[in-house]
């Protein structure tokens, strides 16, 4: 697998990393522990160097199965986890980012990872109670301390970004991107350019759909959480099949998927793009994987452009109370 930067940091990590959440939470039950862990290895045989978690995801069971299949290997990762939420009960409880609570949190991400340094650790969601250089003061202690590597941040705005930036450089931010969702090119791109730093896309297939593989038809597991998000209502997804339908051109003219062209289309964008697409399935992470071996020239990119830009998304892509938690 090709590596990229992110930013002008020196973090290489491979064009395509693995999002884990949807092995232990969001998308229904949690899947089977030793599939899963077979699933994670199979991806450091693909050539996956980056592999992404959080406390909140499942809470908690979604590091300690990162950290159990990643310990053979650990020299060979790169391993991000995210702090931010009250989880003392186990229950998300709203956002709490304390310098106290974020270094109390990572002592008990080190040792569910089963790592001495985790090497990105990302501010979940920005906390409004918090001055961000707290939070960036805090995390440049532990940098200095060892027990950190890199500091991220997840769906912060710029002015945002650029004041945690000025306490500890940012390495990586991390947010939603993909054909269906564009705000980060003109909210974000910009001051991530300017200040040297990468982005690493969560959702790039737009939670699955585009794929392909989801229609209005399609019904979901009752704790999977697309059955709150509007974007996925039968009547959007009717109207939103149209992203698959400009990708589904392009590959079939390149002897590949939707999700292959989804995925290459975004790597196309930036260099210092990283995109980290989840799958509980072998075949869909070698699928994902070969994304980064996909090239698309520059008639095969204006096609897409031309097709996309015809198209309005239809649905918000969180429900109300998520959205408030974005973009501070």
């Avoid at 992404?52 to 809470?59: F, I, R």
């Avoid at 390495?171 to 982005?199: D, H, M, N």
């Avoid at 690493?200 to 939670?207: A, I, M, Q, Y």
Wanted: net charge negative.
């Amino acid at each position: 697998m090709q590596k990229r930067q992110l930013g002008d940091s020196n973090l290489e990590v491979s064009a395509i990393g693995l999002g884990c959440m949807s092995m232990s939470s969001g998308y229904g039950p949690p899947a089977d522990k030793q599939e899963m862990i077979s699933v994670i290895r199979t991806a450091v045989d693909r050539g996956v160097t980056l592999f992404d978690t959080a406390q909140v995801y499942g809470p908690f069971t979604n590091e300690e199965l990162v950290g159990e299949a990643l310990s053979p290997v650990r020299d060979q990762v790169v391993i991000a986890t995210k702090f931010g939420f009250d989880l003392e009960t186990g229950q998300s409880r709203g956002l709490d980012s304390r310098p106290e609570t974020i270094k109390e949190s990572v002592e008990r991400s080190l040792e569910r990872l089963r790592v001495d340094t985790i090497d990105l650790l990302y501010q979940h969601r920005v906390d409004p109670d918090v001055p961000i250089e707290d939070v960036a003061g805090a995390v440049k202690e532990l940098i200095q301390e060892g027990k950190v590597k890199h500091f991220g941040l997840s769906e912060a705005g710029a002015q945002t970004i650029r004041r945690a930036h000025a306490v500890q450089p940012v390495t990586a931010v991390q947010s939603e991107y993909s054909l269906w969702w564009r705000e980060p090119e003109t909210k974000l791109f910009p001051t991530l350019e300017e200040l040297g730093i990468g982005f690493v896309p969560f959702s790039p297939l737009g939670k699955g759909f585009l794929t392909g593989k989801i229609d209005e038809n399609t019904t979901f597991e009752s704790s999977d959480f697309r059955n709150s998000i509007p974007r996925f209502d039968a009547e959007a997804r009717k109207t939103n099949r149209a992203f698959v339908e400009v990708l589904s051109r392009v590959a079939e003219r390149k002897n590949a998927t939707a999700a292959q062209i989804a995925l290459a289309w975004l790597l196309a964008q930036k260099p210092w793009i990283v995109p980290i697409p989840g799958t509980t399935k072998p075949a869909r992470l070698d699928e994902n994987s070969a994304a980064a071996n996909v090239e698309l020239t520059p008639e095969d990119l204006d096609g897409i452009e031309t097709g996309a830009a015809q198209i309005t998304p239809l649905g918000a892509r969180y429900p109300e109370s998520a959205e408030r938690m974005v973009d501070r």
